[in-house]
């Protein structure tokens, strides 16, 4: 067994813990009356939004702000030239479910692009696959059902070697079967170059450094990239 594939399991771990979320606009759906947590005003932005939908991830746990994959990518995105506004709503510890559950109060805002970056806790606690997928699923029909001309991203993730070679099996082809049944692209693994190397990891073995996020901004960047040239045209 390689030393990268040992490494997913870990990396799988990401996804949950302790809340760390990172990113420019939105975490969890406040409670009512509650007014949504912003980490800078972006009142009168009205650039297309990429919604950054996932885990800790995406939250950047352990980065500052500014670290964290999609304010790179935010970066790539201005030195391009291409006029979207990044917007990043990674949660640790999200699950399918729990991103389920959320996606309508993140629907307020209008979305452009959806990078969808979720089901690693949902293989960490060996769940149902067929249930992941479908609430995955569902978190792209109803985006589309509110923005029918949103393009969707969706970031493979591998799961832990322990759960067993059917499990991981399923749980790869389960986001390239979603890519393809939903016309999506597929970033078809959001920590290649990242997962095992000791250098790109935080003390936890898990997260990525600021290094390590910077490579996952390429992984990103490398699919995103052609799908927002194409939105602005």
Known sequence: MSRKIVALALAWCAACGTDGTRGETVTREPSAGAQPPATRDTSG????????????????????????????????????????????????????????RRIDWLLQQPVAVLVLELGANDALRGQDLVAAKR??????????????????????????????????????????????????????FLLEGVAGEARLNQSDGIHPTAAGARIVADNVWEVLAPVLGARRR
Not at 53 to 81: C, H, M, N, W
Not at 172 to 181: G, P
């Open 45 to 100: 932005d009205d650039r297309p939004v990429v919604l950054f939908f996932g885990t800790s991830l995406t939250a950047g746990l352990g980065l500052e702000p500014e670290e964290a994959y999609p304010a790179l990518v935010q970066r790539k995105i201005d030195s391009a030239g291409l006029g979207f506004r990044a917007v990043n709503a990674g949660v640790s510890g999200e699950t399918s479910a729990a991103g389920l």
């Open 135 to 188: 609430n995955l699923q569902e978190i792209i029909d109803r985006t589309r059902v509110r923005y029918p001309g949103v393009r969707v991203v969706i970031a493979g993730m591998e799961a832990p070697p322990n759960l067993g070679t059917r499990y991981t099996s399923e749980f790869r082809r389960l986001f390239i079967d979603l890519a393809r049944e939903n016309g999506a692209v597929l970033i078809p």
